[in-house]
């Protein structure tokens, strides 16, 4: 069993994903406010982060750069979860160090695949 952070400032998809991420027996454990990440991993340890991009504060982008040039949480493998579905988002979400990335509405037994598949990598 895996501890998955989720980070994303929407309610309705956070519950929607700790849902999803609870019948492949992992523990979710969600936070709304990007700022609050880097003390959420610290004090939580997750196995994988889900990002949204489009949050107040810390964009997604921003956070997945930060928490990949740390070298205390680097390796733990980010998966950007957006509505946005442009290449632009996509290039920049890689850049940032994003290890994969699933356009919003998710399809939940691919989101679970790749979920399992990223954490295998790990």
Known sequence: ????????????????????IKTSKHEPFSITES??????????GPDLILLDIMMANINGIQLCKLIKSDPKTASIPVIMVSA???????????????????????????????????????
């Open 1 to 20: 069993m895996a501890k998955i952070l989720i980070v994303d400032d929407d309610l309705e998809t956070t519950a929607l994903l700790e849902s999803i």
């Open 35 to 44: 700022k609050n990440a880097t003390n959420a991993i610290e004090i939580f």
């Open 84 to 122: 946005l579905g442009d290449e632009g988002s996509k290039r920049d979400s890689f850049n940032a160090g994003a290890d994969d990335f699933v356009v919003k509405p998710i399809m939940p037994k691919s989101f679970i695949a790749l979920i399992n598949s990223t954490l295998n990598k790990a």
